[in-house]
């Protein structure tokens, strides 16, 4: 991927590490490693709806049964059952029907995540300046997300 001498592009630290996982051999695995840190699990979540947005919105929804088969396969996982169902599951979710995730355990979430954004890097992997932008984007929406509400609690008495 050449992520090497680049990361600094990523605005936290947190998007720094995962950009580095990507850019690793085994990038689901390097990626799966940063669960110990909330920021960075908190990234990649966001990474990961941005990602299944911008590949699969308006497309068949073939091309998702089609696209984790390929991406199971590849990770040497069983491309049928209920892997493939949750897997497909968290991807239509995060396009706009997340009752359909509902049943899958958190930490299969996470694993699944995991394989999806590591998959970014599968050859011949996404350009550089791309999955930066992906990065990028993602940062932006945990900011948004993350923003104080200005909300009064209760009324207040003069």
């Not at 998007?15 to 990626?31: D, Q, T």
């Not at 239509?92 to 694993?111: H, K, Q, S």
Request: proline share 6%; glycine share 8%.
């Amino acid at each position: 991927m050449g992520q090497t001498g680049t990361l600094d592009k990523a605005a936290t630290a947190a998007g720094r590490l995962i950009l580095e996982a990507i850019g690793e051999e085994r990038p689901a695995r390097s990626l799966s490693r940063l669960s110990d840190s909330p920021r960075a699990v908190r990234l990649l979540r966001e990474l990961f709806i941005v990602a299944v947005r911008r590949s699969f919105v308006g497309r068949d929804p073939r091309d998702i049964t089609r696209y984790v088969r390929d991406l199971l396969e590849y990770q040497s996982l069983p491309a049928g059952g209920e892997l493939a169902r949750e897997s497909e599951a968290m991807i239509r979710a995060a396009i706009g029907e997340p009752e359909l995730a509902n049943g899958v355990p958190e930490l299969r979430r996470f694993e699944l995540i995991c394989h999806v954004v590591g998959d970014l890097a599968r050859p011949p992997g996404v350009a550089e300046g791309e999955l930066h932008a992906l990065v990028d984007q993602a940062e932006k929406r945990v900011a948004r997300f993350d923003r104080p509400r200005n909300r009064v609690v209760g009324r207040r008495s003069m």
